[in-house]
């Protein structure tokens, strides 16, 4: 059987969904989902799960990004390896402080790997952290 991975992310402006289609394109084997469409109850059939989320209001996850914390943080996820992304912005106190929570959470609950924070629209001289990140995935 194949090793599966799901990538899924939230993004309003654009900028965490051009770092979760990069991160995709470096693991050609994983699925992308956006969050809002994304159904939990498929993940005993995965083996890794990445998770991509911008942050809001005062470090803190967006509303969609935050019903899905408060899913998987009541699921049984010890068999997924995990990583998470993020982009913020490094002039709020809390840089990306949404990468923050799930890091704890999934330290706690999965097996994480790797997290990575982008300043906004990620760039050329960023590849080599994400090329980095997807590397930890492949199998
Ligand atoms: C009202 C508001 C609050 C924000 N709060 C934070 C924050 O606390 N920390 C941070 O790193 N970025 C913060 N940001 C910046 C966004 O997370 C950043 O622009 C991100 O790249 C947006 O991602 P998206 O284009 O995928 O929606 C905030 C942006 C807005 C508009």
Redo the contacts with the bound molecule.
């Keep these: 059987m194949s090793y599966k991975i799901a990538i899924v992310?939230?993004?309003?402006?654009?900028?965490?969904?051009?770092?979760a289609e990069a991160l995709a394109s470096l693991l050609p084997e994983a699925e992308l989902f956006r969050t809002s469409e994304f159904d939990t109850g498929i993940l005993p059939e995965y083996d890794a799960l990445i998770i991509?989320?911008?942050?809001?209001?005062?470090?803190?996850l967006?509303a969609k990004t935050a019903a899905f914390y408060a899913e998987l943080e009541q699921l049984p996820i010890s068999h997924l390896k995990t990583g998470v992304f993020?982009?913020?912005?490094?002039?709020?106190?809390?840089?990306?402080?949404?990468v923050d929570h799930f890091r704890d959470m999934l330290f706690a609950k999965s097996q994480l790997l790797v997290t990575l924070?982008?300043?906004?629209?990620y760039q050329e001289s960023d590849l080599p952290r994400l090329q980095k990140f997807a590397s930890l995935f492949k199998n």
């Design positions: 992310y939230h993004s309003a402006g654009g900028n965490t969904k051009a770092l991509g989320t911008y942050t809001w209001g005062n470090g803190e967006p993020g982009t913020g912005e490094t002039n709020y106190s809390h840089f990306c402080g949404a924070k982008i300043e906004q629209m």
